[in-house]
């Protein structure tokens, strides 16, 4: 038998996506996300980097066993390994690894070495973008952790969106958050987060390109640092 979805077409799910953004734009971080496991079911999944397990935690609180993906690229701090580790063994969710389809000594050897340094772009691309869009296949929506005060490129994120790329319905439920909201919910219900955000760091993403931030600097200044470059192609 055909669920209903499974029978949405591509133009019903953008509109169901634009729809929701309106109608949600005010809603709560846990009403947007019981409208999502309502609506996919088992076709909703969270993506985490593991900064934090925010949203993992706020989408068990709606779904227990949610699927949660998380991108190890090959090039993640230790810290960011053991976060998703202990995700996994203490909170309510189903954590799966996506891995890209070369090892970094693969990659090396097909590109030359260092190739985040040379082109990081490409290096996303290969380790973080095609993984996470075979990785996400079988849903129709996925969740983030995108949040409009991180930076001037993600001030206009919507609640629920269109990824037009992936040809998916994209939700962020603490898009309007600030980081006092998260760093509330975090001290409320003991939610794991990474260590590095203790050790100066205040965005986490790979290790060769990733440093701690200057005071005064954007929350994710050191990302990519001295590069033109701000975002990895996942969002």
Known sequence: MTTAQESRTTDELKELAEQ????????????????AVDTFGARF???????????????????????????????????TIGTRDAVEAVMDVNVITLTPRHSVAEQDARYG???????PDLCCKLRKVQPL???LKDYQAWATGLRRDESATRANTPVVGWDEKRQKVKI????????????????????LTNPLLMDGYTSVGCAPCTRRVLEGEDARAGRWAGRAKTECGLH
């Open 20 to 35: 929701a953004g309106r109608d949600l734009e005010d809603a709560s971080a846990l009403e947007i996300l019981q409208w």
């Open 133 to 135: 869009e075979e990785g």
């Open 45 to 79: 999944c969270v993506t985490s980097s593991m900064e934090d397990a925010v949203v993992a935690h706020l989408a068990s609180r709606v779904r227990k066993g949610v699927d949660v993906v998380f991108l190890d690229t090959g090039y993640h701090f230790p810290e």
């Open 113 to 119: 070495p260092r190739l985040h340094d040379r082109d």
């Open 172 to 191: 962020s439920p603490i898009a309007r958050w600030t980081q006092d909201d998260v760093d509330a919910y975090v001290t409320e219900h003991g939610v």
